[in-house]
């Protein structure tokens, strides 16, 4: 393209109006400085949300990206600048990226890489003008044009200030190493003072909050599972501790910006966990689970002004230079890492010592904190080891032996508790081979039930709401002694998911946090086996057990916490799933999908969004297949059908709420199945495909897309999902909902078709250097083939044959069969 | 000093430090940098063009880039040594408003007599204009736009939207005794005057 139609293009309102071509074109115009400096200022002009939206793409951009140009950085520290959110939202990235650099610390794109990160906390921990006085390095081009800018300053004054700061940014480009004499006058000393504003205590208390949830899952992994449940309430219950505090759940339940001003953000306080509604989601070698948070809406932000943050601050100002214990600190022996406040200067490089200390890093030396007898007994699991990328080593496991503050001594004696007899049975586990196996499972045995009795003492006499056993997240839990029925239908013998330790299993977490795989209820009420608890009903039952639940602005968020699983690619699919989503709404198209929002804090941790009021197929039918058996109404135990869930769930066919659930469900499935086409979603047996309340698909678990699948079979080789059950709830190929499911793919099609280009950018984008799975084959084959399904060449008209034939293709496709027997035999997915 | 040694020289530093606002360790590191970007030792034409011309993507900054860089070269000797660079950052970095007012002047009078016509005035403002895109598409446009401010990334005001309605606003602002030249004085009163132009003047105060 030439500069002037560039130049045109990029004035004109079609790329004014959507940040994804700023986005796209920072890639492709990389080696150009002045380009990338006036996309740059395009991005500007665009909401915090759209640039949200866009933070790992140009957070990728900087890495991935090795050329002259300063302002794409300038862009990402200005908007943490401004936005505490943005500040934590790139530092979580960063992190990301700084465990995917480590091994090779001198390449370029590393040292931006910690060039960022450090400059984030500093803009955070530091002088909030830091950054902006920062010198301008010995780069002579820049700085010579720098200084023809002033001489042209009397002709024309805004020359400056137009050209000034691309010219000022590039002057400040660093240096290589090997260019600096020496240290002293280099990093100029700012920041003398460790600023305690609330947005600094705001990223200090939101970066360990989340570090201790994730702490907590990395923690039960060598918990065996009878005990999980009881030792994840007695860590949270001394989390729970320390609410309401200055934390929320970004991306998740994100922050209301009052005016659109990412400065001025309101954010949804979380003021209580209740440990009892809190699950472990017993699957494979990682320990998810699922937590229950209490918010008070739009309940802090950062005014200066406020008196409730007039008051945070003095409070904040008074505990300075105390030796203040760290907000949700569960490991006594991080407690007694913390140093003195020591005054923060640009100089240091922070990245193996976040925040010098603030953000819970154990210095080099700190090991000696550890008692000796913790040092002995604690197992080290691989597990353990990466939790977070800058220090491998920094939390361990402790037993704390030590005196409590008197306040939390009930809590951290549990707590403290469960720990030593986690620690037991891992010894157990460790050296049991040398002793008789009854011997071992007897002990074993003991040592779970004393944790299960105390937590259940404990959760009952502190009046913490329920008792356990009464609820309904248990069930999971009990889920392993729950009976297995065998039924003749030709496909008997498989396993049980609830207690496998499967992949299938792995991938259900959503049901056992929404109670879809709860085994007890089955029998006594069938209909309440359906959808679990009603996310409603159990919303209305925890507000009334609250003490906040009388406010008005109190809500309840439900995540789920994950450790050991990189989610960098389930939070990429679920991005572009939004492209998808937005591209439809701004067509018009008729179709539904869920945005599933996925917070990356980590390069093996984050948090899930659950489907609150969704239950995988595999769940629905065989909940609905066992009560059948149960009930006496299925004498030759066949499995039952989404039809029958359909009926069940909406009442008999023909009614306006039977018609409203298909018509719910052949908009989604619409949606899904162009999607599954497009992104070539895999792994989509019915553990990963739910059904909502209203009759929605909702797919989860997106670990396998684009280029790779299970095993990389090719197993699923119909385009989409479409089975016959699918079918039959449209009431066949000839029925009008199948006409209409029809209609509607073509329509999604076309409408993605229009905007193919917004989908490839991002996944090109993506894509290069990239450590997702997803381009394992690499970017380039994985770009033409997504290309290739848009089906380029072909007419308008000929597109709705295409689909057609899409469909066609999928109905009842052999492949699917094979893969639901597949999943069926292996995993027990129903 | 266009030679290739690593480092300066004892008498080069003080000489340099007598000439500049720099320390000797400022000095050597500033040396260090031109070294490393300019390996020969010398800031030749065709780099500064090309400089000029990866900042301004959208326009044609050669002319400008010509006067600028005749302003730089001291000697006339046709390149930029070390010397030249570090004086001209020296003044627009670190020196007064009146060091850089003296130096500014030398870009107006291209002709070198003392004073500035107003056909200097217009020569480099329509350069400055033409390097930002601001006449693009009066130029090459052919006709096509009705109007000729279209596709500029700058937006001017009315009053200085083509390089002769700026000029006669300088003028009118600066020529007090309105013979159509601006002297030093001149041009360093009117300056003074105007604020925009002593804050542009500022840019990078302290950055260096």
């Given at each position: 393209m030439s500069w002037n139609l560039l130049?045109?293009?990029?004035?004109?309102?079609?790329?004014?109006?959507?940040?994804?071509?700023?986005?796209?074109?920072?890639?492709?115009?990389?080696?150009?400085?002045?380009?990338?400096?006036?996309?740059?200022?395009?991005?500007?002009?665009?909401?915090?949300?759209?640039?949200?939206?866009?933070?790992?793409?140009?957070?990728?951009?900087?890495?991935?990206?090795?050329?002259?140009?300063?302002?794409?950085?300038?862009?990402?520290?200005?908007?943490?600048?401004?936005?505490?959110?943005?500040?934590?939202?790139?530092?979580?990235?960063?992190?990301?990226?700084?465990?995917?650099?480590?091994?090779?610390?001198?390449?370029?794109?590393?040292?931006?890489?910690?060039?960022?990160?450090?400059?984030?906390?500093?803009?955070?921990?530091?002088a909030s003008d830091a950054p902006r006085r920062e010198r301008i390095k010995e780069n002579v081009l820049p700085v010579t044009l720098l200084s023809s800018l002033v001489l042209a300053a009397v002709a024309t004054p805004w020359l400056p200030a137009h050209a000034g700061p691309l010219a000022v940014a590039q002057s400040r480009r660093p240096r290589p190493a090997?260019?600096?004499?020496?240290?002293?006058?280099?990093?100029?000393?700012?920041?003398?003072?460790?600023?305690?504003?609330?947005?600094?205590?705001?990223?200090?208390?939101?970066?360990?909050?989340?570090?201790?949830?994730?702490?907590?899952?990395?923690?039960?992994?060598?918990?065996?599972?009878?005990?999980?449940?009881?030792?994840?309430?007695?860590?949270?219950?001394?989390?729970?501790?320390?609410?309401?505090?200055?934390?929320?759940?970004?991306?998740?339940?994100?922050?209301?910006?009052?005016?659109?001003?990412?400065?001025?953000?309101?954010?949804?306080?979380?003021?209580?966990?209740?440990?009892?509604?809190?699950?472990?989601?017993?699957?494979?070698?990682?320990?998810?689970?699922?937590?229950?948070?209490?918010?008070?809406?739009?309940?802090?932000?950062?005014?200066?002004?406020?008196?409730?943050?007039?008051?945070?601050?003095?409070?904040?100002?008074?505990?300075?230079?105390?030796?203040?214990?760290?907000?949700?600190?569960?490991?006594?022996?991080?407690?007694?890492?913390?140093?003195?406040?020591?005054?923060?200067?640009?100089?240091p490089d922070s990245v193996f010592e976040p925040a010098n200390g603030d953000l819970g890093s154990s210095q080099l030396g700190a090991n000696t904190a550890i008692s000796s007898r913790t040092a002995m007994s604690t197992p080290r699991t691989s597990d353990m080891d990466n939790s977070r990328s800058n220090s491998p080593s920094r939390r361990k496991l402790t037993i704390n032996s030590k005196s409590s503050l008197a306040d939390q001594s009930d809590v951290s004696a549990l707590a403290t508790h469960m720990r030593t007899a986690a620690q037991m049975l891992a010894q157990l586990e460790t050296s049991g081979a040398k002793r008789p196996k009854p011997e071992v499972a007897a002990i074993k045995a003991k040592i779970i039930a004393s944790m299960q009795t105390l937590e259940e003492q404990s959760f009952l006499a502190g009046g913490e709401g329920p008792g356990f056993d009464s609820l309904i997240g248990n069930a999971s839990a009990l889920a392993a002694t729950a009976e297995e029925e065998e039924f003749e239908d030709g496909m008997d013998g498989a396993p049980d998911p609830g207690s496998s330790s499967g992949a299938g299993a792995a991938r259900m977490e959503n049901d056992q946090a929404t109670g879809g795989v709860m085994r007890r209820g089955d029998r006594d009420d069938p209909s309440a086996a359906t959808f679990g608890e009603e996310w409603n009903v159990?919303?209305?039952?925890?507000?009334?057990?609250?003490?906040?639940?009388?406010?008005?602005?109190?809500?309840?968020?439900?995540?789920?916490?994950?450790?050991?699983?990189?989610?960098?690619?389930?939070?990429?699919?679920?991005?572009?799933?939004?492209?998808?989503?937005?591209?439809?709404?701004?067509?018009?198209?008729d179709v539904w999908i869920k945005n599933m929002r996925i917070l990356v804090t980590g390069e093996s941790s984050g948090l899930i969004e659950t489907i609150t009021n969704g239950v995988s197929l595999h769940s629905l039918k065989r909940s609905l297949t066992l009560a059948s058996i149960a009930a006496g109404t299925n004498p030759r135990k066949r499995i039952a059908s989404l039809k029958d869930h359909f009926l069940r769930a909406f009442g008999e066919e023909g009614t306006e709420a039977y018609d409203r659930g298909v018509d719910a469900f052949v908009r989604s499935l619409a949606a899904y199945s162009m999607v599954s086409y497009i992104l070539q979603l895999k792994d989509r047996h019915n553990g990963n495909i739910l059904i909502d309340n209203a009759g929605h698909v909702v797919h989860i678990d997106f670990g396998f897309m684009l280029s790779n699948s299970p095993g990389n079979m090719g197993f699923e080789?119909?385009?989409?999902?479409?089975?016959?059950?699918?079918?039959?709830?449209?009431?066949?190929?000839?029925?009008?909902?199948?006409?209409?499911?029809?209609?509607?793919?073509?329509?999604?099609?076309?409408?993605?078709?229009?905007?193919?280009?917004?989908?490839?950018?991002?996944?090109?984008?993506?894509?290069?250097?990239?450590?997702?799975?997803?381009?394992?084959?690499?970017?380039?084959?994985?770009?033409?083939?997504?290309?290739?399904?848009?089906?380029p060449g072909l007419s308008r008209e000929e597109v709705d044959g295409f689909v057609d034939e899409l469909v066609q293709k999928s109905v009842g496709s052999y492949y699917t069969r094979l893969y639901d027997t597949f999943q069926y035999r292996t995993q027990g997915i129903y | 000093m266009g030679n290739k040694q690593s480092k300066l020289s004892q008498q080069e530093l003080a000489e340099l430090q007598k000439a500049t606002h720099f320390d000797k360790k400022e000095l050597q590191q500033?040396?260090?940098?031109?070294?490393?970007?300019?390996?020969?030792?010398?800031?030749?034409?065709?780099?500064?063009?090309?400089?000029?011309?990866?900042?301004?993507?959208f326009g044609d900054p050669s002319s400008f880039a010509d006067y600028v860089f005749n302003v730089f070269d001291a000697d006339k000797s046709g390149t930029i040594d070390f010397k030249e660079f570090i004086c001209a950052l020296s003044v627009t970095s670190r020196g007064k408003m009146e060091d850089k007012l003296d130096w500014a002047f030398q870009l107006y009078d291209i002709d070198g007599d003392g004073k500035i016509s107003y056909d200097e005035m217009l020569a480099i403002v329509e350069a400055i204009y033409k390097m930002v895109g601001y006449l693009n598409a009066v130029e090459g446009d052919g006709g096509a736009d009705s109007s000729p401010k279209v596709g500029s990334m700058v937006k001017l005001p009315e009053d200085e939207d083509t390089p002769e309605k700026r000029v006669k606003k300088i003028f009118r602002m600066m020529d007090k005794d309105e013979n159509g030249s601006l002297d030093m004085a001149e041009f360093k009163e009117g300056s003074k005057r105007d604020e925009t132009i002593v804050s542009a003047l500022s840019l990078y105060d302290g950055l260096v």
């Open positions: 130049e045109r293009f990029i004035e004109s309102d079609h790329f004014n109006n959507d940040p994804s071509l700023s986005v796209a074109y920072l890639s492709r115009y990389a080696d150009h400085v002045g380009i990338h400096y006036v996309l740059c200022t395009k991005l500007r002009q665009f909401a915090y949300e759209e640039i949200e939206f866009f933070l790992p793409q140009l957070c990728h951009l900087l890495i991935s990206v090795d050329n002259e140009s300063m302002a794409l950085e300038e862009f990402i520290i200005d908007l943490c600048e401004e936005s505490v959110n943005g500040a934590l939202l790139t530092f979580w990235l960063f992190q990301t990226y700084l465990h995917d650099l480590s091994s090779n610390p001198l390449s370029p794109a590393f040292t931006t890489c910690r060039r960022i990160y450090n400059k984030v906390q500093r803009i955070v921990f530091g090997e260019d600096v004499i020496s240290d002293a006058g280099e990093a100029q000393k700012v920041g003398v003072q460790r600023s305690h504003t609330t947005g600094a205590n705001y990223f200090r208390s939101e970066t360990q909050f989340l570090t201790a949830l994730e702490d907590i899952s990395n923690r039960l992994v060598i918990v065996p599972k009878p005990a999980r449940l009881s030792a994840l309430r007695a860590e949270l219950a001394l989390i729970a501790q320390d609410l309401p505090a200055e934390v929320d759940i970004p991306v998740i339940c994100p922050a209301v910006l009052e005016d659109g001003s990412a400065a001025r953000s309101k954010h949804h306080r979380i003021v209580r966990i209740n440990p009892a509604e809190a699950t472990s989601l017993n699957s494979a070698e990682r320990v998810p689970y699922l937590l229950m948070l209490e918010v008070l809406r739009e309940d802090f932000d950062f005014d200066p002004d406020s008196d409730t943050n007039q008051d945070l601050l003095s409070k904040l100002m008074s505990e300075k230079g105390a030796q203040k214990r760290r907000l949700f600190d569960i490991t006594e022996a991080s407690r007694e890492e913390i140093q003195a406040q020591t005054p923060v200067d640009t100089g159990k919303k209305e039952r925890i507000r009334r057990s609250s003490p906040y639940g009388w406010m008005k602005n109190w809500d309840l968020v439900s995540v789920i916490v994950k450790t050991g699983a990189d989610l960098r690619q389930e939070a990429f699919a679920c991005q572009l799933i939004q492209v998808c989503s937005k591209v439809w709404e701004a067509a018009g198209t080789a119909a385009p989409f999902k479409l089975t016959h059950e699918y079918v039959e709830v449209m009431g066949g190929t000839g029925g009008a909902a199948f006409d209409q499911f029809k209609q509607l793919c073509k329509e999604a099609f076309l409408a993605l078709r229009k905007e193919s280009e917004r989908i490839v950018t991002l996944v090109e984008l993506m894509g290069k250097e990239s450590k997702m799975p997803c381009f394992a084959v690499g970017v380039a084959s994985v770009v033409a083939q997504l290309r290739a399904r848009f089906v | 500033w040396y260090k940098g031109f070294l490393k970007d300019c390996p020969s030792g010398m800031l030749t034409k065709e780099e500064f063009q090309k400089i000029y011309k990866q900042f301004f993507p």
